[in-house]
């Protein structure tokens, strides 16, 4: 332990002494005076050591040494005990010396924030003229006009750009006092605990008001129900409403007088007026980046005559009285967007709404093309707003004139927004008014909801990697869910938004990377979060303890590939949604046949999929609309295309419905024939040998294709369960049983059953979806030089029956099959020879078939190998998107296995 080290050490244990004094010295001054006595002479102490050669000198007599560990390993506890009161948490004990000199630099990082807070409390409550410094900066619009656009709306794009090039303004200050810190009530970030709604008096009642719990299974409270919940089942849209309505434009915001609401004396004389009203606009401002469940800032109202804006922090306990108005049902509430308005004002003022109009609900009625307040402003009232505030730091007191001007433009024109859409409701609506029924309905049903806190459990952070789309092996997933723990651990202590914390995008990179150094940890982050600086090495530890796992094949099964898209979780509203966009559906592959004719006398598959490879690297549009012809018949690529686009006609699925029919009859009656030929034979000779069921592959028609679109069939026809396919299941089911010897007595003797009956009774055998399965396997090929990748029928006991099927396949297939094999086996060798060397990176980026464990690839979810196969190989290499595609393509996986 050097002498740099052992100077600072004296410090915290010197001013622990100094706590321990605190309780006998008379005050604060007699403490630090004493306290900085302590530390002088500590210092002084500590500089008397031996240092350098003197040392050297020293450290050869064993009783220096000894006194020397000794005193050195009772600093070093005292020192781990302060830590972990000022909740660093870690021992000193085992780490290196600059391991040592961080961590006490992030004890005294934690000591000195707590003063400054401490500090500005002080200051706030004593001094009141401290001004936040206001800090603006603008985020500029890219100029699309610069880029290579080639579009025709170039020119009016130009002209609109030189207004817009500002798309956000961020507008925050240095040194706003935390809010939190003066509410009356504690915010209460536990994660057990549900909200409780704090409504003590309920006007317009219709049922006397009751916070009533709602129990779970184990009888523990989960939630209250909404105060309001009667009075809003009773709410009906009031008959009036069907009339038009005579809108007049409101005057100018500089013309029409304003009430900042800051006491409350002013908010009772803001009520009186409200009370007046039989229409009032309302708008919420939230601020939930420096706190962990938000909290609400301003409140805006405007009648026709005044704006009103509410300062809700500082008339957080009192804004309550306002549900005189906003309960009224014989007074509309007209809001745009009121999902969370609705959310924050019931949270954090104890404010319900009855009789709501949402604006944005009834653009979205009246298929506008954008729904934002903005664009109905510019619609109705043919006003250009500034909506570059909406992300401002709503904390700033005194509040800038230009973000009242702002908050006021929200609601100021409103009611004007809500008469004139009414109309145009009235006007698209049935002589029910069924459209402007409708948004009362829906603004009624947002009325209802109720505000619950954000829970965390140890599954939590399994949604947030869904959502992400990465793929992690076991210790990138347990670091994830480490991390994620404790974000939320901090986020709720300190009272700070996960995003203050650790944004998303880091969190990801560092599960994803795993430094091994604690520096890698902060180079993930730019800029590096206060808090994550502050706890570097318990996130260093997290990662340590991750990486120290066992690597277990990556995680391929169920969740991690059924997270494409969760049900539910489409956003409708996001403009990158498009319902035509498959990729995203869980049941999309783009292995499967399609109905387009392929002429084989002309075309080899070899090259369709040479010319598909072509396509994918085409730098510009093959078919144009504008092109000339003859440009196009230039080129004898596009020209094979055109002409094949010309050649295929698109067919309506009913169409490819109608043009299936003959297939599928063929082969009942093919099935039918068989029956009876096997019937026959066993009529004539018992003991003949069994008729085996071939796979149908005709060996005329024998191209992949051919082989993809008879197994889809066949699939389709199982899952369909129609008599004649049944009975073909059956059959086959009857030749692979007979055959077999180590299949289960029961499903054997079940199996034996169906096959008794279905020759002789019309009803089709009842067959178990595991059963249906054995009949899903198709491509049956074997090679036994090949001891990584066999693809081989579904099910283990069908042995015997491969070993038929495999005869009936084409050299063809098998070639080819066997030429990816290598093709890919050589790939692979290649990364592997790569990735060889660093064995501490995690395989995520490349698949790699040696660490996959195939028995994960479940028989029977097809559907799920398929998304596993693609999404793993399309991963990240680009480069071998087209190649993968033709591999997915030529082979239906059924199931895919390592020999053992
Ligand atoms: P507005 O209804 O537009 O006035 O927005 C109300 C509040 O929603 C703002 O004070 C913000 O806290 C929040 N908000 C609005 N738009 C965004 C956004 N794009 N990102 C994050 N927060 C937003
Ligand atoms: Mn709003
Ligand atoms: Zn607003």
């Not at 038009?244 to 304003?258: G, M, N, T, W």
């Not at 202590?493 to 795993?514: G, W």
Request: proline content about 4%; hydrophobic content about 35%; aromatic content about 8%.
């Amino acid at each position: 332990m050097d002498n740099q080290n052992e100077t600072i050490t004296e410090e915290p244990a010197a001013k622990k002494a100094k706590l321990q004094e605190k309780a006998s010295s008379s005050g604060l001054e007699n403490l630090l005076k004493t306290g900085f006595q302590q530390v002088v002479k500590a210092v002084k102490l500590s500089n008397g050591i031996p240092s350098e050669e003197e040392r050297s000198y020293y450290s050869t007599y064993k009783s220096f040494n000894d006194n020397v560990s000794a005193q050195s390993d009772m600093v070093l506890n005292l020192m781990s005990h302060i830590l972990k009161y000022e909740s660093v948490g870690l021992s000193l004990q085992k780490r290196t010396d600059d391991e040592k000199f961080d961590l006490l630099q992030q004890c005294n990082d934690a000591a000195l924030e707590r003063v400054n807070s401490n500090l500005d409390i002080y200051a706030g409550a004593v001094q009141k003229d401290i001004h936040p410094i206001i800090i603006e900066s603008e985020v500029k619009k890219i100029d699309i006009t610069t880029k290579n656009a080639g579009s025709w709306n170039l020119k009016q794009a130009k002209e609109t750009t030189d207004k817009e090039t500002i798309a956000a303004r961020l507008i925050t200050a240095k040194n706003i006092a935390r809010p939190q810190i003066k509410f009356n009530i504690p915010i209460d970030n536990s994660n057990n605990t549900p909200f409780i709604p704090k409504l003590t008096y309920k006007p317009n009642s219709l049922k006397p008001l009751a916070i009533l719990p709602e129990y779970d299974e184990a009888g523990d409270v989960v939630s209250y129900l909404h105060p309001y919940e009667f009075e809003l089942e009773k709410f009906e849209m009031p008959e009036e409403e069907l009339q038009q309505k005579s809108p007049v434009k409101p005057a100018k915001v500089d013309v029409v007088e304003l009430m900042h609401v800051d006491t409350v004396e002013l908010l009772n004389k803001a009520l009186e007026e409200l009370r007046q009203h039989k229409m009032i606009a309302v708008d919420v401002e939230h601020h939930a980046y420096r706190s962990f469940l938000g909290f609400t800032c301003l409140v805006q109202m405007s009648t026709k005559d005044k704006d009103y804006i509410f300062d809700a922090l500082k008339l957080r306990d009192d804004m309550h009285i306002l549900n005189e108005v906003l309960t009224n049902p014989k007074i509309v509430k007209i809001f745009h967007g009121a999902d969370l308005d609705i959310i924050w004002l019931q949270r954090d003022l104890s404010l319900y709404v009855v009789n709501m109009f949402d604006t944005h609900h009834a653009a979205k009625l009246l298929n506008f093309s954008r729904l934002s307040l903005a664009y109905l402003l510019k619609h109705y009232c043919d006003i250009e707003v500034d909506k570059t505030f909406q992300l401002a730091d709503w904390r700033i007191r005194p509040l800038p004139d230009m973000l009242i001007n702002y908050a006021r433009q929200d609601t100021h024109y409103l009611i004007y927004v809500y008469e004139s859409i009414c109309n145009d409701l009235l006007d698209k609506s049935n002589q029910h008014g069924n459209l402007l029924r409708n948004v009362y309905q829906t603004s009624n049903e947002l009325c209802k909801r109720r505000y619950c806190k954000p829970l965390f459990n140890n599954d939590s952070h399994l949604e947030f990697y869904r959502k992400s789309k990465h793929i992690f092996d076991n210790r990138q997933m347990s670091a994830l869910s480490e991390i994620f723990a404790w974000r939320d651990a901090i986020a709720r202590k300190e009272d700070e938004s996960y995003n203050y914390v650790l944004p998303n995008h880091m969190l990801l990179r560092i599960s994803e990377t795993l430094p091994r150094e604690a520096q890698g940890i902060l180079a993930c982050c730019n800029p590096i979060p206060p808090l994550v600086r502050q706890n570097l090495y318990v996130l260093h530890d997290i990662i340590l303890k991750a990486r120290a796992k066992p690597l277990i094949k990556p995680t391929l099964v169920g969740d991690a590939f059924s997270r494409v898209a969760t049900k539910g979780s489409k956003d409708y509203d996001n403009i990158l949604y498009c319902p035509h966009d498959l990729t995203v559906v869980e049941d999309f592959r783009d292995d499967l046949p399609t109905m387009l004719k392929i002429d084989k006398n002309n075309v080899d598959v070899n090259e369709i999929d040479e010319i598909a490879e072509k396509i994918t690297y085409l730098q510009l549009p093959t078919v144009d609309v504008f092109e000339k012809m003859n440009a196009i018949y230039d080129d004898p690529l596009k020209k094979a295309i055109k002409e094949g686009c010309n050649k295929s006609k698109f067919k309506t699925p009913y169409e490819r419905y109608l043009a299936i029919l003959p297939q599928i009859e063929k082969e009942k009656l093919e099935e039918a024939e068989r029956i009876a030929h096997e019937n026959r034979s066993r009529q004539l000779c018992p003991s003949a040998p069994k008729v085996v069921v071939k796979e149908e592959i005709n060996t005329e028609n024998d191209d992949t294709l051919n082989v993809s679109i008879k197994e889809y069939l066949k699939r389709k026809r199982v899952e369909s369960d129609g008599p004649s396919t049944s009975s073909k299941v059956a059959k086959m089911q009857s030749t692979s049983t007979l055959d077999q010897k180590d299949k289960p007595s029961s499903s054997k003797a079940s199996l034996k059953k169906k096959n008794s009956t279905s020759h002789k009774t019309d009803k089709p055998p009842i067959i178990s979806k595991d059963e249906s399965r054995l009949n899903e396997s198709i491509v049956t090929i074997e090679d036994e030089s090949d001891t990584d990748v066999i693809v081989s029928t579904d099910v283990d006991t069908n042995k015997s029956n491969t070993n038929d099927n495999k005869n009936n396949f084409s050299s063809k297939v098998k070639n080819k099959f066997n030429n990816f094999k290598k093709k890919f086996k050589n790939k692979r060798k290649n990364k592997a020879q790569k990735s060889g060397q660093s064995s501490n990176v995690p395989v995520q980026n490349n698949f790699d078939y040696n660490n996959v464990d195939f028995k994960k690839f479940q028989g029977g979810s097809q559907r799920a190998n398929g998304i596993q196969m693609k999404q793993t190989i399309h991963g990240k290499s680009n480069s071998n998107k087209a190649k993968n595609k033709k591999f997915n393509k030529l082979f239906t996986f059924s199931n895919v296995k390592s020999k053992k």
